[in-house]
């Protein structure tokens, strides 16, 4: 209860900004360690807010608004920003304070949002950040004049070498204002009339106050969805007046969206004008000639492939010789548990259960640190923004949105925020067709399913000298999953969601030198939800398969045979059928049923399994890897796992719906089970198929 007053009574302050001005980068400069990520009540919009902490001690909470370029803006998430600075979000304070995040280099994009900001008359400080890169571009901003041209304290920043960040910090700590200037922008006759003749009624019949009555005038005026979305809030009566208003002005001829952003930039510019003075030399930036390169429409994307190609190849090596330790120690953990308790169930529960379940599992933490080292990295350089360029070539050759790479991009770390990353695409069946096939990009959740068939059957060869058989075996995963993923969409745009994709407008960060705090920090925070999911979801799963591979009991049975009758063994043999075609035996099976909750369980259900299939075998000497190596059919002798059944699991992995967190998003994005059971539905028989056929293909070529 005291630590619920004690968050209450701290200061909320918001930090918002345009997507790639840094924001996300100062947000970790004020706030370390000290954040946590949530959702916002009733959607899923991810929530992250930490704390900042003062010279004098002082404590404040720093809300994370998502980037955006509005606060009129018509996308879930980017409208969950403006939800918030207009109080209007349940559970969520609203801001004493807004920290505005302004790309210094690209001034006069970045101060629409600020100009919204001070008409609502919101306490704002102002962090110009990146202007090491304005200054090396010849553009020098004069600090003073700009302050005194937007009413609000202006501080200069380079989030990335964590310069500004003290100043920020104190100008955050003080008493800050409302912005001192009165709305310098105006609006044309016929439509300032019409907005004060809506604001009246606002106040009038809303109780609104003057600021956020004259930002609901403008939206319902200019916005072209404006009486569809928000005809709920309003009194019919008002609607009715902003039809009219709407019929009124389109008679007139005025373009009503047009003519507030023209407003509005005609004042950004003479502010631009006042504060700012270029010496920009012609001709092309470095930006714009490494560009001519990274986005080339041929070497563009073959650098991409070497990009993911080394990356893939480097967290195969770089993280061997840690995930062996790592697997080494859990094997000294669970002989020493082994040695030190009595024979009984509750010691095969910890061990084989808990300790094996999990350590399998755990055993992949490095390759998923060097994984989000890599995605860190590839972003904060800007290099990301690059690759959707490229790749939005070949998303409209299937007929989607350049958006949409955004999410599958996402997907590659974890579909869940792939496909919370839709809600940016306008269009319905787009953004529908996007969520389908987002769960089709490898996720990092399948890298312990893959790099423990790799490095268990796939041989560590050279080729061309300088890739490894290994490496390139984990981007050929990476590969057909982007392939399937693109080619269903194609399917479905042709058949189910048929739509024309619109045109795809994205900006391009300059580059910039990364920052290791922020990478560090983004690579912490997926480690840390990792071993979340070890410590939770794999730990109960590995708990329950224990109970179902270890019961009914028999007597004077071998491991091997109890596993056989165990309810677990009883589920597999049952399912072995279908299965079988696969190259798949009943062990498989159990893996498969486990890993529906999540991919990465199939590791700790094999952990399970063969700990308690060879239970008699000395504790600490076989790992995982050994025993599916040495595990043979005890009737025919054939060894149970081989080359060909490692790259038909990992197929199976790449195309089957085996998340059920996922499909839980798809129906909240979609406020039905509808959709989410289709996908599960055309996944499942997509995997199956392939499966079928890449097996059958290899037993042709194995006779061969």
Same mark, same amino acid.
């Given at each position: 209860?005291?630590?619920?007053?004690?968050?209450?009574?701290?200061?909320?302050?918001?930090?918002?900004?345009?997507?790639?001005?840094?924001?996300?980068?100062?947000?970790?400069?004020?706030?370390?360690?000290?954040?946590?990520?949530?959702?916002?009540?009733?959607?899923?919009?991810?929530?992250?807010?930490?704390?900042?902490?003062?010279?004098?001690?002082?404590?404040?909470?720093?809300?994370?608004?998502?980037?955006?370029?509005?606060?009129?803006?018509?996308?879930?998430?980017?409208?969950?920003?403006?939800?918030?600075?207009?109080?209007?979000?349940?559970?969520?304070?609203?801001?004493?304070?807004?920290?505005?995040?302004?790309?210094?280099?690209?001034?006069?994009?970045?101060?629409?949002? &600020?100009?919204?900001?001070?008409?609502?008359?919101?306490?704002?400080?102002?962090?110009?950040?990146?202007?090491?890169?304005?200054?090396?571009?010849?553009?020098?901003?004069?600090?003073?004049?700009?302050?005194?041209?937007?009413?609000?304290?202006?501080?200069?920043?380079?989030?990335?070498?964590?310069?500004?960040?003290?100043?920020?910090?104190?100008?955050?700590?003080?008493?800050?204002?409302?912005?001192?200037?009165?709305?310098?922008?105006?609006?044309?006759?016929?439509?300032?009339?019409?907005?004060?003749?809506?604001?009246?009624?606002?106040?009038?019949?809303?109780?609104?106050?003057?600021?956020?009555?004259?930002?609901?005038? &403008?939206?319902?005026?200019?916005?072209?969805?404006?009486?569809?979305?928000?005809?709920?809030?309003?009194?019919?009566?008002?609607?009715?007046?902003?039809?009219?208003?709407?019929?009124?002005?389109?008679?007139?001829?005025?373009?009503?969206?047009?003519?507030?952003?023209?407003?509005?930039?005609?004042?950004?510019?003479?502010?631009?004008?006042?504060?700012?003075?270029?010496?920009?030399?012609?001709?092309?930036?470095?930006?714009?000639?490494?560009?001519?390169?990274?986005?080339?429409?041929?070497?563009?994307?073959?650098?991409?492939?070497?990009?993911?190609?080394?990356?893939?190849?480097?967290?195969?090596?770089?993280?061997?010789?840690?995930?062996?330790?790592?697997?080494?120690?859990?094997?000294?953990?669970?002989?020493?548990?082994?040695?030190?308790?009595?024979?009984?169930? *509750?010691?095969?529960?910890?061990?084989?259960?808990? &300790?094996?379940?999990?350590?399998?599992?755990?055993?992949?933490?490095?390759?998923?640190?060097?994984?989000?080292?890599?995605?860190?990295?590839?972003?904060?350089?800007?290099?990301?923004?690059?690759?959707?360029?490229?790749?939005?070539?070949?998303?409209?050759?299937?007929?989607?949105?350049?958006?949409?790479?955004?999410?599958?991009?996402?997907?590659?770390?974890?579909?869940?925020?792939?496909?919370?990353?839709?809600?940016? &695409?306008?269009?319905?069946?787009?953004?529908?067709?996007?969520?389908?096939?987002?769960?089709?990009?490898?996720?990092?959740?399948?890298?312990?399913?893959?790099?423990?068939?790799?490095?268990?059957?796939?041989?560590?060869?050279?080729?061309?000298?300088?890739?490894?058989?290994?490496?390139?075996?984990?981007?050929?995963?990476?590969?057909?999953?982007?392939?399937?993923? *693109?080619?269903?969409?194609?399917?479905?745009?042709?058949?189910?969601?048929?739509?024309?994709?619109?045109?795809?407008?994205?900006?391009?960060?300059?580059?910039?030198?990364?920052?290791?705090?922020?990478?560090?920090?983004?690579?912490?925070?997926?480690?840390?939800?990792?071993?979340?999911?070890?410590?939770?979801?794999?730990?109960?799963?590995?708990?329950?398969?224990?109970?179902?591979?270890?019961?009914?009991?028999?007597?004077?049975?071998?491991?091997?045979?109890?596993?056989?009758?165990?309810?677990?063994?009883?589920?597999?043999?049952?399912?072995?059928?279908?299965?079988?075609?696969?190259?798949?035996?009943?062990?498989?099976?159990?893996?498969?049923?486990?890993?529906?909750?999540?991919?990465?369980?199939?590791?700790?259900?094999?952990?399970?399994?063969? %700990?308690?299939?060879?239970?008699?075998?000395?504790?600490?000497?076989?790992?995982?890897?050994?025993?599916?190596?040495?595990?043979?059919?005890?009737?025919?002798?054939?060894?149970?796992?081989?080359?060909?059944?490692?790259?038909?699991?990992?197929?199976?992995?790449?195309?089957?719906?085996?998340?059920?967190?996922?499909?839980?998003?798809?129906?909240?994005?979609? %406020?039905?089970?509808?959709?989410?059971?289709?996908?599960?539905?055309?996944?499942?028989?997509?995997?199956?198929?392939?499966?079928?056929?890449?097996?059958?293909?290899?037993?042709?070529?194995?006779?061969?």
């Amino acid at each position: 209860m005291n630590s619920l007053k004690t968050e209450i009574q701290l200061r909320h302050i918001a930090i918002i900004g345009n997507p790639n001005a840094g924001k996300t980068t100062l947000f970790n400069a004020l706030t370390g360690m000290r954040q946590k990520v949530g959702n916002y009540p009733g959607v899923t919009v991810e929530k992250k807010e930490g704390r900042i902490i003062f010279e004098d001690g002082s404590e404040a909470v720093l809300l994370d608004l998502p980037g955006t370029y509005s606060l009129t803006a018509n996308s879930p998430d980017e409208k969950i920003a403006t939800d918030i600075l207009l109080g209007r979000v349940d559970h969520t304070p609203l801001p004493e304070l807004v920290v505005c995040v302004v790309d210094a280099s690209n001034l006069e994009r970045n101060l629409y949002l &600020i100009s919204q900001i001070i008409d609502n008359r919101l306490p704002a400080v102002v962090a110009l950040n990146m202007f090491d890169v304005a200054e090396r571009d010849g553009l020098k901003i004069d600090i003073q004049k700009l302050s005194a041209e937007l009413g609000v304290k202006v501080i200069p920043t380079v989030g990335s070498k964590s310069l500004g960040i003290e100043e920020l910090k104190a100008a955050i700590a003080g008493h800050v204002e409302p912005s001192s200037r009165s709305r310098q922008w105006i609006l044309p006759a016929p439509v300032q009339e019409e907005c004060d003749e809506l604001k009246g009624l606002l106040q009038q019949m809303h109780r609104l106050s003057e600021p956020i009555a004259f930002h609901e005038a &403008i939206v319902l005026l200019t916005s072209p969805s404006a009486l569809s979305e928000h005809n709920d809030r309003f009194a019919p009566g008002l609607i009715e007046h902003v039809k009219r208003d709407h019929q009124k002005l389109d008679l007139l001829g005025i373009d009503r969206h047009s003519v507030v952003v023209e407003s509005r930039y005609e004042w950004i510019k003479r502010v631009c004008s006042a504060a700012t003075v270029s010496h920009r030399r012609r001709g092309m930036s470095a930006s714009d000639k490494i560009d001519q390169i990274l986005t080339h429409r041929v070497w563009g994307f073959v650098i991409f492939i070497g990009l993911m190609t080394i990356m893939f190849q480097s967290i195969f090596s770089w993280a061997n010789v840690p995930m062996e330790l790592l697997g080494d120690s859990f094997n000294w953990v669970g002989a020493q548990v082994y040695a030190m308790m009595p024979a009984g169930d *509750l010691r095969d529960l910890i061990v084989n259960g808990a &300790i094996g379940g999990v350590g399998a599992v755990v055993t992949f933490l490095p390759q998923i640190i060097f994984l989000f080292l890599f995605i860190g990295f590839l972003e904060d350089t800007g290099y990301m923004a690059r690759a959707a360029f490229i790749m939005d070539r070949m998303m409209s050759k299937v007929g989607l949105h350049g958006k949409s790479f955004i999410p599958l991009l996402s997907s590659f770390a974890c579909a869940i925020p792939g496909i919370m990353a839709t809600r940016t &695409i306008e269009s319905r069946k787009d953004r529908l067709v996007t969520m389908l096939v987002a769960p089709l990009v490898s996720r990092s959740a399948r890298l312990p399913v893959y790099a423990l068939m790799i490095a268990a059957f796939i041989p560590r060869k050279t080729v061309l000298g300088i890739f490894s058989l290994p490496g390139l075996t984990l981007v050929a995963m990476y590969l057909l999953g982007l392939t399937a993923a *693109l080619s269903m969409a194609w399917v479905f745009k042709k058949t189910l969601l048929k739509s024309e994709a619109p045109a795809f407008i994205m900006e391009l960060p300059p580059y910039k030198m990364p920052s290791f705090k922020s990478v560090l920090l983004h690579m912490w925070e997926r480690s840390i939800l990792f071993l979340k999911r070890a410590g939770t979801i794999i730990l109960g799963v590995s708990i329950v398969l224990w109970f179902l591979a270890t019961y009914p009991k028999l007597e004077r049975a071998s491991p091997s045979e109890q596993l056989n009758q165990s309810f677990a063994g009883r589920a597999g043999h049952l399912i072995e059928p279908i299965i079988k075609p696969l190259g798949f035996d009943w062990k498989i099976g159990i893996g498969l049923i486990g890993s529906i909750l999540q991919r990465e369980v199939f590791v700790s259900t094999m952990g399970t399994i063969y %700990n308690i299939k060879d239970a008699k075998h000395e504790r600490g000497n076989v790992s995982l890897r050994e025993h599916l190596q040495q595990d043979v059919d005890p009737v025919s002798g054939v060894p149970t796992f081989t080359a060909l059944t490692a790259i038909c699991l990992m197929v199976y992995y790449v195309l089957a719906m085996q998340c059920m967190s996922t499909v839980a998003v798809v129906r909240r994005e979609t %406020n039905g089970w509808k959709w989410p059971l289709f996908q599960i539905s055309y996944m499942t028989a997509l995997a199956y198929s392939v499966t079928f056929i890449v097996y059958q293909i290899g037993l042709v070529l194995a006779e061969g």
